[in-house]
């Protein structure tokens, strides 16, 4: 059972350049995230989808777009970076039923912008 | 909007020591709480959960926190602190109006002296 699973682990670009951060849940969660962690800032949620077929906006999600592409799946894209979006970035999953329940996190993605 | 608010972004104790991290949280509705510890370069773990069940809960790694709605408060205590506990600590809440999304406090980074 491997849980939550990003890809790449770190990724260096330049600033301008397009990628996209892939993640993948077996737990057949519902809901999943995209977080980004910044030092002293804790994490704020980026885009949030609530069930395939669906997504939303979080705390700071300019500059950023995602695709929920089954259930399984649900990746975030940076069209054109920009050294701001330097951060470690998380994807997470979260078991049915209600916002009491328990939210899982990937390892992580570090992403540089030079 | 609910919130939390973390208290010291950075405690230092020693090795067998109390441990106390501070978390207090803003909400029109009963929340759920969490607390989340994350080791270097990794992602983030589940400690332990207030849902209205017990206020006093107990998580892993011998963690509790006793949720006190008079003081807005859900303090994470550790009665001895250890070396492998060196690590970066999280409070988060959910529920209300944030419907499934987790809002996270700024984190407070623990060293353990020996």
């Known amino acids: 059972n491997a849980g939550v699973t990003q890809t790449p682990k770190f990724q260096v670009l330049k600033t301008g350049q397009s990628m996209t951060l892939q993640c993948a849940q077996d737990m057949n969660h519902n809901s999943m995230y995209w977080y980004r962690q910044d030092p002293g800032m804790g994490l704020r949620l980026i885009y949030y989808?609530?069930?395939?077929?669906?997504?939303d906006k979080g705390e700071v999600p300019n500059g950023y777009n995602v695709s929920r592409l089954n259930k399984r799946e649900f990746s975030l894209r940076l069209e054109s970076a920009a050294p701001s979006q330097t951060s470690v970035y998380f994807c997470?999953?979260?078991?049915?039923?209600?916002?009491?329940?328990?939210?899982?996190f990937g390892e992580g993605s570090w992403l540089t912008v030079v | 909007a609910q919130s939390v608010t973390q208290l010291g972004s950075h405690v230092s104790v020693s090795e067998g020591a109390l441990v106390l991290l501070r978390c207090n949280y803003s909400?029109?509705?009963?929340?759920?709480l969490f607390w989340y510890v994350q080791y270097p370069n990794q992602g983030l773990q589940l400690l332990l959960k207030?849902?209205?069940?017990?206020?006093l809960v107990k998580g892993i790694n011998g963690f509790e926190a006793e949720f006190k709605k008079s003081e807005t408060s859900f303090h994470l205590t550790k009665p001895s602190a250890h070396m492998s506990d060196a690590a970066e600590y999280f409070c988060a809440v959910s529920g209300g109006n944030q419907g499934g999304k987790l809002i996270f406090g700024q984190g407070t980074e623990l060293s353990v002296k020996p």
């Open positions: 909400s029109s509705v009963p929340p759920y």
């Open positions: 207030y849902t209205s069940a017990a206020t």
């Open positions: 997470a999953s979260r078991e049915p039923t209600g916002p009491h329940n328990t939210i899982y």
């Open positions: 989808s609530a069930s395939e077929g669906t997504t």
